[in-house]
């Protein structure tokens, strides 16, 4: 069964400065890898997925993540991060059959990211 | 007007209530998930549907039942509400071509927060 691992509960950092959130996960088919955000009071937003391809991952607002299959990792990063990334994120994995998705998300546990002035 | 629409949105009931949450979505999806999310655990998956006549128990299913009404309404019952239910509920819908052929990307709704007292 597959697993996903948020090394971070919470991870404070002023503004504009950079920031890492680690995922490691665990699974023993091949997998697609999601990123979500959810800001204070609303629902879970797609900030970025690795289905195949380059291993280097562009998302909205600015954030990338980079897909690590020898160490099972897909870590997300910001160069410069603002006030308004204030937000719990949540790295999911869905693993394939027949490669195509299953169709189940498997969450880690979430990072609070707080940027402070 | 909203992808993915949960209602209600904030629900306070005492234990032993019958409850029951809706979901209703606009973007013609098949596959519609029902989570909670409980903090420092992530969201865990409690049933999920890959069309109207499709059911399956997820992660956490004990004390809750689904009902797929149509393919755009999916709703969640706590058949006898207990204290531990006290959560925040997301809906999700997707297909095998709402993030590209095979991805199966999810697309939340804005949760529903219930109260069990």
């Known amino acids: 069964a597959q697993s996903v691992t948020q090394l971070d509960s919470q991870v404070p950092v002023f503004e504009e400065a950079p920031v890492e959130l680690r995922c490691n996960y665990s699974?023993?088919?091949?997998?697609?890898l999601f990123w979500y955000v959810q800001y204070p009071n609303q629902g879970l937003q797609l900030l970025l997925k690795?289905?195949?391809?380059?291993?280097l991952v562009k998302g909205i607002n600015g954030f990338e993540a980079e897909f690590n299959k020898s160490q099972t990792s897909f870590h997300l990063r910001k160069p410069s991060v603002h006030i308004s990334d204030t937000a719990e994120y949540f790295c999911?994995?869905?693993?394939?059959?027949?490669?195509?998705?299953?169709?189940?998300?498997?969450f880690g546990q979430g990072t609070i990211l707080t940027v402070h002035p | 007007d909203a992808d993915v629409t949960q209602t209600p949105r904030n629900r306070i009931t005492k234990t032993g209530k019958r409850i029951m949450l809706e979901c209703s979505q606009t973007?013609?999806?098949?596959?519609m998930y029902w989570y909670r999310q409980d903090p420092g655990l992530g969201l865990r998956l409690i049933y999920y549907?890959?069309?109207?006549?499709?059911?399956n128990k997820g992660e956490i299913s004990d004390g809750y039942s689904v009902s797929r009404q149509a393919q755009a309404k999916f709703s969640l019952s706590l058949e006898s509400a207990i204290p531990n239910q006290t959560a925040l509920y997301f809906c999700?819908?997707?297909?095998?071509?709402?993030?590209?052929?095979?991805?199966?990307?999810?697309?939340f709704g804005p949760g529903t927060r219930l109260t069990v007292l």
């Open positions: 999700a819908t997707s297909d095998l071509t709402s993030g590209g052929a095979g991805t199966d990307t999810q697309y």
């Open positions: 699974s023993s088919v091949s997998v697609y």
């Open positions: 690795y289905l195949s391809g380059s291993t």
């Open positions: 999911a994995v869905s693993e394939l059959a027949g490669g195509t998705s299953y169709g189940k998300l498997t």
């Open positions: 973007k013609g999806h098949d596959r």
């Open positions: 549907s890959f069309d109207v006549k499709d059911i």
